[in-house]
C-alpha cells in the first residue's frame, strides 16, 4: 500500500460499487471492493431510489452510499478518503467554447495559455447547469495553422477550441449532499462514459476515433473520440432495466422474474443463442405459482428491439453531430447490459462499423472479479485519478484548498491517453 489512496463510487440505476484503490507510479492497485444491488420485494423497492441516473430518494441513497464507502474501506483496511463519482442521466453533455486573442506577434506564454482557458470557461451555459471539467482540444494560430502545444511560439492571433463538460446543477447538489453525509470527501464528480472509457478504451482507440457505448440499468452513456480528445458526449435515459421492464409487459410476468429470465436465456439474437440447448421453449414459475411456457424466440425478439431503440437514438445522434464517419476504429460497448450474449454481432450488423467488448484492462488483485463490463464504471474512477490527479491526491484525503488551475495543469492532453 506504498500509493496513494483514493476511492471510486459508481451510483447506478441497479447497484451502487465502491472501490478503495491505490495509485501512483507503479498504477492501479484495487484494495477493496464493496457493493449494493438494488431488490425489489414486498418490503421495498430500491429500483425507486435512482431513476435514470437521477437521485430520487435521499434518506436511502446516501445510507447505502455510506455503506458501501465504509464498507470498501473496511476491506482495504485503510482510513477515509476522497472519492471520484460518477455523474449520469440525461442533463449530461458538452459545449463547445471558442477563444480568441490578438498578440500582435508575441511570444505565447503560459499567462496566453490561462488567459485564453479563462475565456473559454466564462462561456454562458444553459439555465440550471454547471461545468464539471473541460478540455482544451487544440489551438489555432494565425487562422491557419493548428497545434495542441503553442508555448513559445510566434503568432499575430491564437484561438482555442476547448470543450466544455456540463451536467444539471440540481443532479450535481444532490450527490454534494450524499457524499457530505457518507463523511468522505468529494474529490470530483465525472461523466460516468468518461469513466468507463478510462478503463476499457486504449490509446489507438482514442487516437483513430472511437465510440464508447455504456450500457447501464438507467442510461446508456456515449462518448466519442478522435485524436486523443472527446468530441461528443452525452448519456440517454434509457437502460437494460427498459428491456427487463419490456419482457415482464409481453410476457406478463413480474419484473424480478423478467430479470432472470433476460439474464438466464436472453441474447440479441436467435440463431446464435439457440445452440445453448434449451429448446424452443422456457418454463417457468410466474408470481402465481404456476408453471408458464414462454416462447425464447419472442424474449429474443423484445430484447432486440429495445436495444434497436437505443442504438437508433445514438446513430441518430451521432449524424446530427456530424461524426458518425470520425470512428474509425469502431464501437466498444460496455456496461452490464454489454453481457448479453451476442450484442457485439448484434451492434455489428446495425451499426455497419467494426464492434467489440469493452472489458476493463485490469490485472492486479480482483482481475477475475473486475474484469467484466459491469465494474467498467467503478474501475475506470481509479484510473482517472492515477492518470490526472495523483499529485492532488493526498494519502489522507483531496487537498481542498489548492489552486484549482493546478488540477487542469494538464488540459492539452486531459482524458486523452
Request: proline share 2%; charged share 20%.
Amino acid at each position: 500500500m506504498s500509493g496513494k489512496i483514493i476511492f471510486s463510487l459508481d451510483i447506478g440505476s441497479s447497484k451502487i460499487i465502491s472501490m478503495a484503490g491505490s495509485i501512483g507510479p507503479n498504477g492501479v492497485e484495487v484494495l477493496g471492493i464493496s457493493s449494493y444491488y438494488f431488490v425489489n420485494n414486498s418490503t421495498t423497492n430500491d429500483f425507486l431510489t435512482v431513476s435514470n441516473g437521477a437521485i430520487c430518494d435521499m434518506e436511502s441513497v446516501r445510507v447505502k452510499v455510506a455503506q458501501v464507502l465504509n464498507e470498501a474501506k473496511i476491506n482495504a483496511d485503510c482510513s477515509n478518503g476522497s472519492v471520484i463519482v460518477n455523474i449520469a442521466g440525461n442533463h449530461i453533455c458538452n459545449l463547445y467554447s471558442v477563444s480568441n486573442l490578438e498578440i500582435n506577434g508575441q511570444t505565447i506564454s503560459g499567462d496566453t495559455i490561462n488567459q485564453l482557458a479563462v475565456t473559454a470557461r466564462n462561456k454562458q451555459i444553459p439555465n440550471n447547469y454547471e461545468m464539471l471539467d473541460y478540455e482544451v482540444q487544440e489551438y489555432l494560430l494565425d487562422r491557419e495553422n493548428y497545434t495542441i502545444n503553442p508555448v513559445h511560439l510566434t503568432a499575430s492571433n491564437i484561438e482555442s477550441h476547448t470543450n466544455l463538460f456540463l451536467a444539471s446543477s440540481a443532479q450535481v447538489s444532490n450527490l454534494k449532499k450524499v457524499m457530505r453525509y457518507s463523511g468522505f470527501e468529494l474529490a470530483k464528480l465525472i461523466p460516468s462514459g468518461i469513466l468507463s472509457g478510462m478503463s476499457v478504451l486504449n490509446h489507438e482507440e482514442k487516437e483513430l476515433g472511437c465510440c464508447l457505448i455504456d450500457i447501464g440499468a438507467g442510461t446508456t452513456d456515449i462518448v466519442v473520440y478522435e485524436n486523443g480528445f472527446i468530441r461528443y458526449l452525452c448519456s440517454i435515459p434509457i437502460g437494460g432495466e427498459s428491456i427487463t421492464r419490456d419482457i415482464a409487459s409481453v410476457l406478463k410476468i413480474s419484473r424480478n422474474l423478467a430479470e432472470d429470465v433476460k439474464l438466464n436465456f436472453g441474447g440479441c439474437s436467435y440463431v446464435s443463442t439457440q445452440n445453448k440447448g434449451v429448446g424452443e421453449g422456457i418454463t417457468i414459475t410466474d408470481h402465481r405459482g404456476v408453471n408458464t411456457n414462454i416462447s425464447r424466440k419472442l424474449l429474443i425478439d423484445v430484447i432486440a428491439e429495445r436495444l434497436k431503440d437505443i442504438f437508433e437514438v445514438i446513430k441518430t445522434s451521432l449524424a446530427k453531430q456530424k461524426i458518425y464517419d470520425i470512428i474509425n476504429s469502431g464501437i466498444v460497448v460496455t456496461g452490464g447490459t454489454a453481457l448479453l450474449p451476442n450484442i457485439e454481432e448484434f451492434a455489428r450488423q446495425y451499426f455497419g462499423v467494426p464492434v467489440r467488448l469493452g472489458i476493463p484492462n485490469y490485472t492486479g488483485d480482483f482481475a477475475d472479479l473486475l474484469t467484466t463490463p459491469k465494474y467498467a464504471t467503478c474501475l475506470g474512477a481509479l484510473y482517472f485519478a492515477n492518470e490526472y490527479m495523483l499529485d492532488e491526491i493526498q494519502q489522507t484525503g483531496y487537498n481542498k484548498s489548492m489552486d484549482i488551475r493546478r488540477v487542469f495543469g494538464k488540459v492539452k492532453n486531459l482524458f486523452g491517453s
